[in-house]
């Protein structure tokens, strides 16, 4: 219990220094630009990838195993855009989005620290929390937004590419239960859950590397404490946030 209290504390004391004023802005945003590239830009691809595979395997599974003459024809649309929404593009993606750019993040930060280019920071009076940190968590909060949109839209493409190419069901059938009872509220739930959890992800990663000790063994132990403690904290706040904006 000590030790859980005293990684928090040093959690938050971290976070204070990163959320430090900029000494200089223009080098700020010249790395905010570079990690929203590296962290945001670059996980575009595996975020289309997967969420197009994971629509299109939701719309099967659900036309196999509920398809039933009491149901209506346009459930399978209906439940698959639920998925999408309410789950997967959000939480399921941030937590796949954790195990790559969370590892990315604490191993970039330990191997600064165990080669103590952070040390040479310091003495150069920079604040290195704020000057590695910040733009990190910048950057994932308004890039995870943006990949959770392209998520849902590339996961209904794949819906829609089971009925064009799969001839599992009729097109009109899918699009009418993707468009039936609408509720708006979700996309935006989905996108405050993913902001919270963009700031998990790369708040937690970069506490794991940056206060890493030892050598290069000690490196990888960061990285994958970073990915699961980021994961249980995902799972949690997803419990929590969706009790609170349902």
């Given at each position: 219990m000590n030790k859980a209290l005293k990684t928090v504390g040093r959690y938050v004391m971290l976070m204070g220094r990163t959320f430090a004023r900029p000494e200089r802005m223009y080098m700020f945003f010249r790395q905010y630009r570079t990690e929203m590239a590296k962290l945001g830009v670059d996980s575009i691809g595996i975020v289309l990838l997967i969420s197009f595979f994971i629509g299109a395997v939701i719309t099967i599974q659900i036309k196999l195993n509920i398809e039933?003459?009491?149901?209506?024809?346009?459930t399978v649309g209906y439940v698959t855009r639920e998925i999408m929404l309410l789950e997967f593009s959000s939480s399921i993606m941030c937590l796949i989005l954790a195990g790559k750019v969370?590892?990315?993040?604490a191993s970039e930060l330990g191997t600064m620290?165990?080669?103590?280019?952070?040390?040479?920071?310091e003495i150069m009076g920079v604040n290195s929390a704020n000057f590695l940190i910040l733009p990190k968590i910048a950057a994932m909060v308004t890039m995870i937004p943006i990949l959770v949109v392209f998520s849902i839209f590339a996961g209904v493409i794949g819906a829609?590419?089971?009925?064009?190419?799969?001839e599992m069901m009729n097109a009109v059938d899918l699009e009418y239960g993707l468009q039936y009872m609408f509720i708006e509220w979700y996309v935006w739930?989905?996108?405050?859950?993913s902001v919270v959890f963009a700031f998990i992800i790369s708040s937690v990663?970069?506490?794991f590397?940056?206060?890493?000790?030892?050598?290069?063994?000690?490196?990888g132990k960061a990285s994958t404490d970073a990915v699961v403690t980021s994961s249980v904290l995902i799972l949690f706040s997803d419990l929590v946030m969706t009790q609170l904006l349902s």
């Amino acid at each position: 219990m000590n030790k859980a209290l005293k990684t928090v504390g040093r959690y938050v004391m971290l976070m204070g220094r990163t959320f430090a004023r900029p000494e200089r802005m223009y080098m700020f945003f010249r790395q905010y630009r570079t990690e929203m590239a590296k962290l945001g830009v670059d996980s575009i691809g595996i975020v289309l990838l997967i969420s197009f595979f994971i629509g299109a395997v939701i719309t099967i599974q659900i036309k196999l195993n509920i398809e039933s003459p009491w149901m209506p024809r346009w459930t399978v649309g209906y439940v698959t855009r639920e998925i999408m929404l309410l789950e997967f593009s959000s939480s399921i993606m941030c937590l796949i989005l954790a195990g790559k750019v969370g590892s990315n993040i604490a191993s970039e930060l330990g191997t600064m620290r165990v080669t103590q280019q952070i040390d040479a920071l310091e003495i150069m009076g920079v604040n290195s929390a704020n000057f590695l940190i910040l733009p990190k968590i910048a950057a994932m909060v308004t890039m995870i937004p943006i990949l959770v949109v392209f998520s849902i839209f590339a996961g209904v493409i794949g819906a829609f590419c089971t009925c064009w190419f799969g001839e599992m069901m009729n097109a009109v059938d899918l699009e009418y239960g993707l468009q039936y009872m609408f509720i708006e509220w979700y996309v935006w739930m989905g996108i405050i859950k993913s902001v919270v959890f963009a700031f998990i992800i790369s708040s937690v990663s970069a506490f794991f590397g940056y206060t890493v000790e030892g050598g290069s063994i000690n490196v990888g132990k960061a990285s994958t404490d970073a990915v699961v403690t980021s994961s249980v904290l995902i799972l949690f706040s997803d419990l929590v946030m969706t009790q609170l904006l349902s």
